[in-house]
């Protein structure tokens, strides 16, 4: 197979750290088993520190144990799905760890989707039982009857607050519903929300003083799907990824081999990144139960909020995406900020500019790696060691028994290393499969290998480096233009905050490049500047010929830039391009 057997010697072996293993044995367990040992084990420890709130590791196992059984008599059994839309709460880990408890799959759903996008999975998923907060009940009593539910399990972002805010809340709630109500020029109160006949309405907390379930359920950890977690949709309909508990167990006992030298295990980290994304449920949720590991949940990531909750529980590890880093760095008076808890960071879910790192790792004197992933892979497939050997730039060396080789597009042959291609990963964390979707599976699934649909190159050390989305590539009159080393570039600007780079029609070059730019509170930037920057540092080709500045990027909940919004909004203003080089575009964001 040509240069196949260059990817089969596993060059990025020699670059592991001593004490990561190339090979790992793996629980073949119902994932709900963590909770049970690490609960027997530490039963005092918090899992989760919420406003204050303290939920210990006993205390969890309780609640999981209830609400299983309450799930029971609602006929939740052995591979029935149950759709969790919230944020991260405590009872986001009590109903995951409960559907799991019975052998059920658990479909974690944005709380911020519209009806028409919850009604796609919800009726995809083809389940009975949804567990939502209160605040999205307008959206949901809209599809539940379409979508098939019989039964809708209702919490509150109060239920598991400290006594005193808690009592506050509904105060709080009246107050913004009345000035929503002003904004939208109503007086009258919000009508109560009534679910649909044959929808019957449970209140969450009444659910657990339910009878406790026995178990965990056994499963056939291989073939038993937990997650049925979809894809975001940002490319079209969004497809049900079955993730089995073999999948997810292996992507934590992953993790715990590559963060070998954290101190003080168990571990605290920060729950910034949502549970209803794959990255935060595997990173965050499924390794703190496993490691016995305390989460600080952060319902709604603010920078602001973020540091003081470093500086006040002093946690270990932040898992997180770029522009969580961006945005504490760039909070005015981050330097007063205690964050030297810090030991081990990993980015992903978006390129991480390389100044975005130098300046998180002087603030903190931790380490922040990039690493990377995606859905159909529990998520995580590879990333640079954190006390090794790191090479700006790329998203490091593939984890422990996972393979990955740059395969041509076309003919699906490896590449030389150096070459760019498609990635294709293989390792025990890849996805059983689409839900219900056999043709869409056998066409990223061949012999085990993932095709990725991310550009991507191997240098001769075995590190790899993703160049763009195959759907990102821009080919501007001829030459193909990646935009990620477009914005690597913009991000160097003293003025930028956040960039992102597209491609747009034009008539001459086919496409031509746009920058969407975000400058830093206070900065100025015009268009020459910014041009005139990128002359310097990149192939007169790749510089963008056209620039907008916004005041934030549209972003996906857990913080990927939504590029199809970009070009979409560039397709419109197709009418009016000399808009986009105007000089009053340059004035502070």
Request: charged share 20%.
């Amino acid at each position: 197979m040509g240069f196949a057997s260059v990817y089969d010697a596993r060059p990025w072996l020699e670059h592991y750290p001593a004490e990561v293993p190339a090979s790992l044995s793996y629980p073949e367990i119902n994932l709900a088993q963590w909770l049970e040992e690490t609960a027997a084990r530490y039963p005092d420890r918090a899992a989760t520190i919420y406003f204050g709130a303290r939920l210990s590791y006993q205390q969890l196992r309780q609640h999981v144990r209830a609400f299983a059984g309450a799930l029971a008599s609602l006929g939740v059994g052995p591979g029935d799905r149950v759709a969790i839309i919230l944020p991260n709460v405590p009872q986001a880990v009590i109903a995951y760890y409960a559907v799991l408890w019975l052998g059920g799959v658990v479909v974690m759903t944005n709380p911020l989707y519209t009806p028409r996008e919850l009604l796609h999975q919800l009726r995809d998923a083809d389940l009975r039982v949804v567990v939502a907060l209160d605040l999205i009940l307008p959206r949901l009593a809209q599809v539940v009857s379409d979508a098939g539910i019989r039964h809708v399990i209702v919490t509150s972002v109060a239920d598991f607050l400290p006594g005193p805010l808690r009592l506050l809340y509904p105060v709080r709630q009246a107050v913004q519903a009345r000035r929503e109500q002003r904004r939208r020029g109503g007086t009258h109160p919000a009508p109560v929300v009534r679910l649909p006949e044959g929808v019957t309405r449970h209140d969450f907390r009444s659910l657990l003083r339910h009878p406790p379930a026995d178990g965990p359920a056994r499963v056939r950890a291989r073939e038993d799907v937990a997650l049925l977690q979809y894809t975001g949709g940002t490319t079209g309909t969004s497809k049900g990824v079955m993730l089995t508990h073999f999948n997810l167990a292996a992507n934590c006992t992953q993790i715990e081999a590559w963060l070998y030298k954290i101190k003080g295990q168990p571990a605290t980290v920060l729950a910034a990144l949502p549970f209803f994304h794959v990255y935060g449920l595997t990173t965050v949720l499924n390794f703190a139960v496993m490691s016995g590991a305390t989460m600080i949940l952060m319902p709604r990531f603010e920078a602001r909020e973020a540091v003081k909750l470093l500086q006040r529980h002093r946690p270990q590890l932040f898992p997180g995406v770029p522009t969580m880093y961006v945005a504490i760095n760039a909070l005015p008076d981050v330097e007063r900020f205690r964050l030297d808890s810090l030991e081990a960071c990993i980015s992903g879910a978006a390129p991480l500019p390389v100044a975005v790192q130098e300046t998180f790792e002087r603030l903190t004197g931790g380490r922040l790696i990039e690493g990377y992933g995606l859905t159909e892979a529990s998520p995580v497939t590879h990333s640079n060691p954190i006390w090794g050997r790191r090479k700006a730039g790329s998203i490091g060396l593939p984890w422990p028994d996972t393979e990955a080789r740059v395969v041509d597009p076309a003919s699906g042959e490896p590449v030389p290393p150096g070459e760019i291609g498609e990635l294709a990963v293989r390792g025990p964390q890849v996805m059983k499969g689409y839900w219900r979707r056999p043709e869409e599976t056998a066409a990223v699934l061949k012999d085990g290998w993932l095709l990725t649909g991310d550009l991507a190159r191997m240098d001769e050390d075995g590190y790899f480096y993703i160049v763009d989305r195959k759907k990102d590539l821009i080919i501007a009159g001829g030459f193909n233009i990646y935009p990620r080393e477009v914005e690597d570039v913009l991000y160097e600007h003293p003025a930028v905050k956040e960039a992102a780079v597209v491609g747009v029609e034009d008539p001459y070059r086919g496409e031509t490049v746009r920058a969407y730019v975000v400058l830093k509170e206070g900065q100025t930037a015009t268009p020459d500047q910014l041009e005139a920057f990128c002359r310097e540092r990149l192939a007169s080709y790749k510089v963008p010929r056209q620039f907008v500045f916004l005041d934030e990027l549209p972003k996906t909940l857990v913080g990927k830039v939504l590029r199809r919004a970009l070009r979409e909004s560039a397709a419109s203003e197709a009418q009016a391009p000399d808009a986009t080089r105007s000089p009053a575009a340059g004035r502070p964001a």
